[in-house]
């Protein structure tokens, strides 16, 4: 298992709850919670493939 894969479930945890009281909050603009989700998925994709191409790298020089 990717060593980041806990890592990336406790930072879910509070951003799951931050998102949650934007989404809730009538006071804010819907469209600033999507952006606020859209740029951790997108911040998430980058991390996991730089993750994956670590590993890699790490495998090839290890043989």
Known sequence: ???LVPL?????LPLTAIGLVLYT??????ALFYASVKTFVIL??????MSFGAMKLAERTKN
Not at 44 to 49: D, E, L, Q, T, V
């Open 44 to 49: 998430g994709a980058i991390a996991a493939a």
């Open 1 to 3: 298992m990717n060593p």
């Open 25 to 30: 909050d009538t006071g804010i603009e819907p």
């Open 8 to 12: 990336f479930i406790l930072i879910c």
